[in-house]
């Protein structure tokens, strides 16, 4: 049987060590640990183990892991998002973008006005000859 350290280190479990109590003590010592009983939770093949003087309940790798956890739950965070999304408000203003050859909308727009401009400017020249 292993036993896997809080640390990551992997030992291999000493014959005379037959209680998970005993393998707490083991590798606190030898990792330099504190040998807090309620510090420390132990888990066998993902199970974890709650009888602390009772021999093992079966041969695998016994993990040693700190006791406690983060508080919260799983999830929630996409509802938030969606939420989010739902306020930022969709701009219909579309100068600031680029066109396939790079060149702002902006420009191609004003472009485009200032042709039609010199297009229309002969028909007004006519209009002001007429009156």
Known sequence: MFLKSPLGKTFC????ISTPAE???FICQAENLPSLENGWRMEQNGKFLTKLQEPFPSEGTVSILPSGGLLGGKGGFGSLLRAIGAQIEKTTNHEAMRDLSGRR???VNNE???RDYVAKQGEREKEEKEK
């Open 105 to 107: 909308q902006r420009d």
């Open 13 to 16: 479990c000493p014959p005379n």
């Open 112 to 114: 485009k006005r200032v």
């Open 23 to 25: 393998a707490l003590q």
